[in-house]
């Protein structure tokens, strides 16, 4: 390395990797080293511009995230006397919209970006002991704001990725993906292409930023200090609309795993106003059938219908078919249980109203589902 700088990286042939092309034939990764610590309004653009004069047409960037949030101020100060760690338990509140899974201190939540993420993705490594970084406030917009900067400083049209450390389900280990991007695709979707033994693709969607976040982290690495790097040989077009990293996000009804252990209780809260919606007796009949599947060990013989009461979004009527017995009723009772927290998953409001006093009839109770209002 001399005084002026790391030499341009070395060229490659031009590729392309679109939904209907070919992979690269080959890309490089490098990382752009010198750039100082950043902080509050610094000019992160200008810094890496005059780090990396050799950006070039076509380059991608990859940003951490948290010199995105460093130079931008989403960091919460930690005042002298407090607790760090109380600190961030209270900004994992204040960034919290969801909590989808805990044990003892540790926090998996949906942050208001959509992300599910560890401990909101509040981060006190690589910062001082008196401050906590955030997620940047919208990573999308700072992916362009840092890109149009660098067109303007060095007259370049590159593609940015905001890259956050995230864990896996299921799977030991972190690695980086995107939550910001600009100038490329989030995704390319495969699906309705045709492989080559003919087999037509229906779910193929690939996360290219997230591919792009996790190869640029093995050049900057968690310790070297290096917040900036730049793959080169990968060509997109940009999209238009540029929705960033949005397509990414997997919540509502395409969330299979929205429902933590601890939050099965909280989804049988009861609704308080219901609407009617289309389909409440086929719901209704499948959430039953995977109540009885998941409970064997509570048999009991019941029955349900449609009731024509249409003022508080569908009614479903469930009968005891055999003598209500104390085992009985608390075999319905577990089996509706199931079969609520079933409707909450596939994004119904329900409210169950037993009846005053089992015996009189055959009815157990009656089952109110619907959608919720607004």
């Given at each position: 390395?001399?005084?002026?700088g790391?030499?341009?990286p070395?060229?490659?042939?031009?590729?392309?990797r679109?939904?209907?092309?070919?992979?690269s034939?080959?890309?490089?990764?490098?990382?752009?080293a010198?750039?100082?610590?950043?902080r509050r309004?610094?000019d992160?653009?200008?810094?890496?511009?005059?780090?990396?004069?050799w950006?070039?047409?076509?380059?991608?960037?990859?940003?951490?995230?948290?010199?995105v949030?460093?130079?931008?101020?989403?960091?919460?100060?930690v005042e002298p006397?407090?607790?760090?760690e109380?600190?961030?338990?209270?900004?994992?509140?204040g960034?919290?919209?969801?909590v989808?899974?805990?044990?003892?201190?540790?926090?998996?939540?949906?942050t208001?970006h959509g992300?599910?993420?560890?401990?909101?993705?509040?981060?006190?490594s690589?910062?001082?002991?008196?401050a906590l970084?955030?997620?940047p406030?919208?990573?999308?917009?700072?992916?362009?704001r840092?890109?149009d900067?660098?067109?303007e400083?060095?007259g370049?049209?590159?593609a940015?990725?905001v890259?956050?450390?995230?864990?896996r389900?299921?799977?030991d280990?972190?690695?980086d993906?995107?939550?910001?991007?600009?100038?490329?695709p989030?995704?390319?979707?495969?699906?309705g292409?045709?492989d080559p033994h003919?087999?037509?693709l229906e779910?193929t969607?690939?996360?290219?930023?997230d591919e792009?976040?996790?190869?640029?982290?093995?050049?900057?690495?968690?310790?070297?200090?290096?917040?900036?790097?730049?793959?080169?040989?990968?060509?997109?077009?940009?999209?238009?609309?540029?929705?960033?990293?949005?397509?990414?996000?997997?919540?509502?009804?395409?969330?299979?795993f929205r429902?933590?252990?601890?939050d099965?209780?909280?989804?049988?809260?009861?609704?308080?106003?219901?609407?009617?919606?289309p389909?409440?007796?086929?719901a209704?009949?499948?959430?039953?059938?995977?109540?009885v599947?998941?409970l064997?060990?509570?048999?009991?013989?019941?029955?349900?219908?449609m009731?024509?009461?249409?003022?508080?979004?569908?009614a479903?009527?469930?009968?005891?078919?055999?003598p209500?017995?104390?085992?009985?009723?608390?075999?319905?009772?577990?089996?509706?249980g199931a079969a609520?927290?079933?409707?909450?998953?596939e994004?119904?409001?329900?409210?169950?109203?037993?009846?005053?006093?089992?015996?009189?009839?055959s009815l157990?109770?009656r089952?109110?589902?619907?959608?919720?209002?607004?």
């Amino acid at each position: 390395m001399t005084d002026q700088g790391p030499p341009c990286p070395p060229p490659l042939a031009r590729s392309r990797r679109d939904p209907a092309g070919e992979p690269s034939s080959g890309y490089s990764v490098h990382p752009v080293a010198g750039l100082p610590e950043f902080r509050r309004g610094d000019d992160l653009a200008a810094a890496v511009a005059a780090a990396a004069p050799w950006l070039a047409d076509g380059d991608v960037l990859v940003v951490t995230s948290k010199v995105v949030a460093k130079v931008e101020g989403n960091l919460v100060q930690v005042e002298p006397g407090t607790d760090r760690e109380t600190a961030r338990q209270r900004a994992i509140d204040g960034e919290t919209v969801r909590v989808v899974a805990r044990r003892g201190p540790l926090r998996i939540v949906e942050t208001r970006h959509g992300w599910v993420v560890a401990a909101a993705g509040i981060d006190a490594s690589n910062v001082a002991p008196d401050a906590l970084v955030l997620l940047p406030v919208d990573a999308d917009a700072s992916a362009r704001r840092f890109r149009d900067r660098l067109r303007e400083l060095l007259g370049v049209t590159v593609a940015v990725v905001v890259s956050d450390t995230f864990g896996r389900p299921w799977r030991d280990g972190v690695t980086d993906v995107a939550i910001g991007s600009a100038g490329l695709p989030a995704m390319v979707d495969h699906r309705g292409a045709v492989d080559p033994h003919g087999n037509r693709l229906e779910t193929t969607q690939v996360a290219v930023v997230d591919e792009l976040a996790a190869a640029a982290d093995l050049v900057k690495g968690k310790l070297a200090g290096v917040p900036v790097a730049v793959l080169r040989g990968l060509r997109f077009d940009a999209p238009a609309p540029d929705t960033g990293t949005r397509p990414l996000v997997r919540l509502g009804a395409g969330d299979l795993f929205r429902t933590g252990t601890r939050d099965v209780v909280g989804e049988r809260a009861p609704a308080p106003v219901l609407t009617a919606r289309p389909g409440a007796l086929a719901a209704a009949t499948e959430a039953f059938r995977v109540a009885v599947t998941a409970l064997p060990e509570f048999p009991v013989v019941f029955r349900y219908g449609m009731e024509s009461d249409r003022g508080d979004g569908d009614a479903v009527d469930v009968h005891l078919a055999e003598p209500v017995t104390p085992a009985a009723a608390l075999a319905v009772g577990a089996l509706v249980g199931a079969a609520l927290v079933q409707l909450s998953a596939e994004g119904w409001a329900t409210r169950w109203e037993p009846v005053a006093t089992l015996g009189g009839s055959s009815l157990v109770g009656r089952l109110r589902m619907g959608g919720s209002p607004g």
